[in-house]
Structures are given as structure tokens and as C-alpha cells.
């Protein structure tokens, strides 16, 4: 165990919105395993409070759309592997696509286990929820009754916050901290520990910003009322009771298991590589679950239900599941527009009335993506294993087409404007994120933001690197994100206004970039 922290950061959780490169792929062949179509019980509330549903006839119709789609994306985006699970009113889908890796190449198929990444955040949240149920926690207690000596930068902060402004993500400091703490069972607590220094940027409970830190914190609230490990509470409170056999936190319990391997893409080719796949254990309670596409889906079909196990054991109420994706948190953007934030689960807004409850992840060679429409039946969960899993994952999570087509919604409308000059100028000036960098000091990504032919351009840079995005609003205080030359890449960011109602922050991928407007930068 090492006796200092080695600094780790995330590469690119601060970057504008970029759009990745696709170039067709040749990757060694290998069949996609077999589907796994069956009738199954959803258990969700499938009433129809809206719209119409496009669903071009049978499940088997649409399921035939979805494997092509995937297909022609894996090529163009230099994917090896991806599985797909589906729920659609009773009726569930699995299945594999390509290989777990380019050198040594597996077929991959329902129980080949990936890292799952943020979506782990809601494993933590349905822990502390099974907890909650049980008295011992309080969600709208303060950190410090559980955590008595818990502290960040802000005395009064460390003192107020509370544990369900954790899991919403509107504690309000500095949220990207990836400190490693070594493999030993306290590496939790002492990254909790080193959290003393992170600054706070807005009050607690009143802007969305999303914060990891926050979430390792709720995990190591779960150690202290159970009295174990972070990763055996989860396995004995959700993992096990729900019989997610493909499931685990550490490499050495999947020996065995069929893996996907992690992969970078190069000169638009898919490229091993290994040193991908670690990740610091004092991190592993905001994005350390490694699972398969059945145990997503299995996961999706518990949130969708009545709150028991599949042997008829009660979880959770049905109360606590509903509470889950209620929204007390305030809403904002992480790529999709958020009209709040339930207990870790993100709250999107669609045209016609039903909810989308979803989240994700993104790990360096492994990307995923998982959401329910609670009102439809519909569930949809994505596993990757290659850094161009990002593109196939807004392909089918953020773009219109799946929802639409087996839930029958839509995106908000969003139709690019083009303002005057008058009314851009309360967003132009310079925008600062602090991050922390590689060797864990702070540092500043800044972004120039001026005005140009009725759009807002922004010129980044951080750590000797420059680049260039845009903004085209679509309606006060909201943008559609641009590229280097103008061209929409598919995800929204936002402008949060401060109590004077001036244009306080940029949120930006769900992180805050605070605004100095030209008169307030020196000369």
C-alpha cells in the first residue's frame, strides 16, 4: 500500500464536447453470439401518457433495426465489442456483437462483463436507499452525523451538507478529484480524508454539477453503517440478493469470465490497450462495478418493478423506488438537457411527457450507456470496449432514434437560433473551470468566449493544448454544442445565473466554468 496518494485524472471529463473521428475498421472476424429474445414480466407501469410511438410493428422488426445500426456503427467507430440489452414491454433482448479484443479475439455475448463506469453511482444510491429503509441512514441528514469528521475547504459547508445532496450532485465543490490511494481496504477512507482541500463553487442543493467526490463520499458513508468494505456492503445489499452473477468490483473475482478488454482508437483503427483497464480503488463507489449487459438488464427490470428479487424478496418499497427518480435536485445539462436529479439517477425531459431515468459511463476504453422510459416499459442498456464507444453510445442514447422508435419520445425540441449581438454579450468573456491535474495540483482550463456570426465561440486551453467549440442557443440560457467548424455534434450545455441573474457559470459536460465578463478582466 503506497504511503501518499499517486494523482490520477480522468482524461477529458473537462474537454469541450468534441466529436470523434470514424473511419471504417477492419477488425478479425468473429460471429456475434446468438440473440436472446424472450417474454418476460416488466413490472413497470407501461400506460401510455402520450405521443406516438413509432414502433414499426413487431419487437423482432425492431430488434433486426437495432442489430444493423450497431453493426454499421461498430465499423465506422472502431468498436471490437459491444452487447446490447433491451426491455420492451415484457419482452427482452440480449445480445453480443464482435470480439472482447482485437489480438486474441472472443466472441463476445450476454454474460461478457465490461466496466460499466458511472452507472455504478446508482449501485451506491440503491444501497444507501436498502439502508434508508432500514433507519440507519437519513438522506437529508447532514454528512457529519455519519462522517463526524468529514471536511472540505468550506467550514460551513463540511458542517450542512447533505447526504442526499451527494447523490444528486448539488454539493456544490470541486467534483473531479482521482487521487489513488493504493489497493488496501482504507483507501476509501483516506481519499474521503484528503477531500479537506477541494474549493467550494456554489451553495449546496442549488446547481447541479456532476461530482464524483460527492459519490465516493456516499460510499464511504455505506462502510461506516455496515462496518465493511464499500464493495462487500454493495455485493450483500443489491449485488447478490438480486442475482447479478456477472457482477463484481475486482479484477481477481472475474477470473474466469469472458472480458472485454479495453481499446483506444488510432488512425481509425481499434488498438489494445491495458493500461485502460485499472482503476483506483478509492474511486470505485462513483464508477468501479464491472458487469455484463444481462446483469444491466436485470438491473434495469429490478428499477422497472415492484422492489423484490427475483425470489420474491423485498428490497425496496415501491416509495423508495419512485423517490430514486423523483426529482428534488436541480436539473441543468450533461450532454442531454437534465430536468433534475433523483437519488443518482439523471431526470430527462422528453416532448412528449414521459420521463427518461438514465445514466452511463465513461471509462477510458470502456463506454456505456443505460435508460429507462418507467412509463413505456422500455429499458436500454449499452457495453463497449473502445474509446469510439462514445459515438455508437449517442447514436442510440442521445440521438432521437431508439427512443423513438421503441418508446415512442423525443428529445425537447431544439432548433438552433441565431441572436444579435446585444443579446450575446451577457455570455461573452472569459470562462475558468479548476481542475485537478495529473500530478494533483490545481490548475485553471480556461475558455475566451466572444461572439461571432450570431453564435457563441470559445477558444480552450489547458495543460499547452488549444481548442476550439461553440454554442448555438435554442432557447434562454441553453446551447446546442459546436464544433472547430460550426457543426452541431449532437450534445447541449447551459448558462447558470447567479442571484443578481447574470450569467454566473458555463455547464459544460455537467462541470461549471465560472464567468468573468470583459469589464471584470484586467486590461
Not at 462522517?147 to 465543490?173: C, I, K, M
Not at 477510458?364 to 470496449?385: E, H, K
Request: hydrophobic share 40%; charged share 20%.
Amino acid at each position: 500500500m503506497s504511503e501518499g496518494p499517486a494523482h490520477w485524472s480522468r482524461r477529458g471529463f473537462l474537454k469541450a464536447a468534441a466529436a470523434v473521428g470514424c473511419a471504417t475498421v477492419s477488425l478479425a472476424p468473429a460471429a456475434a453470439s446468438t440473440a436472446s429474445p424472450r417474454s418476460a414480466v416488466s413490472g413497470g407501469d407501461t400506460g401510455d401518457t402520450g405521443g406516438t410511438r413509432d414502433t414499426g410493428g413487431t419487437g423482432a422488426a425492431l430488434f433486426s433495426e437495432l442489430d444493423a445500426k450497431i453493426e454499421e456503427a461498430m465499423k465506422a467507430y472502431a468498436i471490437p465489442g459491444a452487447a446490447v440489452g433491451v426491455l420492451l414491454n415484457g419482452e427482452e433482448y440480449i445480445k453480443g456483437y464482435g470480439v472482447t479484443k482485437v489480438d486474441n479475439p472472443v466472441p463476445v455475448d450476454g454474460d461478457t462483463v465490461f466496466r460499466v463506469g458511472s452507472t455504478t453511482k446508482t449501485f451506491t444510491g440503491t444501497a444507501l436507499m436498502r439502508l434508508a429503509e432500514r433507519g440507519k441512514v437519513q438522506l437529508d441528514a447532514p454528512v457529519r452525523r455519519y462522517l463526524p469528521e468529514f471536511a472540505v475547504a468550506d467550514p460551513d459547508v463540511s458542517a450542512r451538507v447533505t447526504v442526499r445532496q451527494l447523490l444528486n450532485h448539488s454539493a456544490g465543490w470541486l467534483g473531479d478529484d482521482y487521487q489513488d490511494f493504493g489497493p488496501g481496504d482504507d483507501a476509501l477512507a483516506r481519499f474521503v480524508t484528503s477531500m479537506a482541500r477541494l474549493p467550494q463553487l456554489t451553495p449546496p442543493g442549488e446547481v447541479f454539477a456532476y461530482n464524483n467526490a460527492g459519490l465516493c463520499v456516499a460510499g464511504r458513508i455505506i462502510e461506516e453503517l455496515t462496518g465493511t468494505t464499500y464493495e462487500a456492503a454493495v455485493r450483500k445489499l443489491v449485488i447478490d440478493p438480486l442475482g447479478l452473477d456477472h457482477s463484481r468490483f475486482f479484477s481477481d473475482e472475474i477470473v474466469g469470465f469472458n472480458v472485454a478488454a479495453s481499446h483506444n482508437v488510432v488512425d481509425g483503427k481499434a488498438v489494445l490497450e491495458p493500461s485502460f483497464w485499472p482503476l483506483p480503488r478509492s474511486l470505485t463507489p462513483t464508477g468501479g462495478l464491472i458487469s455484463s449487459v444481462r446483469d444491466q438488464l436485470n438491473w434495469a427490470r429490478f428499477h422497472l418493478g415492484n422492489g423484490t428479487a427475483p425470489d420474491g424478496t423485498r428490497l425496496l418499497s415501491r416509495a423508495s423506488l419512485a423517490q430514486m427518480r423523483s426529482r428534488p435536485g436541480p436539473g441543468g445539462t450533461l450532454v442531454v438537457e437534465l430536468d433534475g436529479m433523483g437519488v443518482t439517477w439523471m431526470l430527462r425531459p422528453t416532448a412528449q411527457g414521459p420521463r427518461i431515468v438514465q445514466h452511463g459511463g465513461t471509462w477510458p476504453g470502456q463506454i456505456s450507456g443505460f435508460l429507462m422510459v418507467p412509463d413505456r416499459g422500455f429499458a436500454l442498456t449499452l457495453l463497449t470496449n473502445s474509446e469510439g464507444g462514445t459515438r455508437l453510445r449517442d447514436d442510440l442514447f442521445t440521438d432521437d432514434w431508439a427512443l423513438n422508435r421503441f418508446a415512442g419520445v423525443t428529445n425537447l425540441p431544439a432548433m438552433a437560433t441565431t441572436l444579435s449581438g446585444r443579446e450575446l454579450a451577457p455570455y461573452e468573456g472569459r470562462y475558468v473551470a479548476e481542475r485537478i491535474n495529473d500530478e494533483g495540483a490545481m490548475e485553471d482550463v480556461v475558455i475566451e468566449v466572444d461572439r461571432r456570426n450570431g453564435r457563441l465561440r470559445g477558444t480552450q486551453k489547458s495543460q499547452g493544448e488549444t481548442g476550439e467549440l461553440g454554442v448555438a442557443f435554442y432557447r434562454r440560457d441553453f446551447g446546442l454544442d459546436l464544433d472547430a467548424d460550426g457543426k452541431q455534434i449532437g450534445t447541449r450545455s447551459d448558462f447558470v445565473r447567479g442571484p443578481d441573474g447574470k450569467v454566473a457559470w458555463w455547464r459544460n459536460h455537467g462541470r461549471l466554468y465560472r464567468h468573468q465578463a470583459p469589464s471584470a478582466l484586467p486590461n
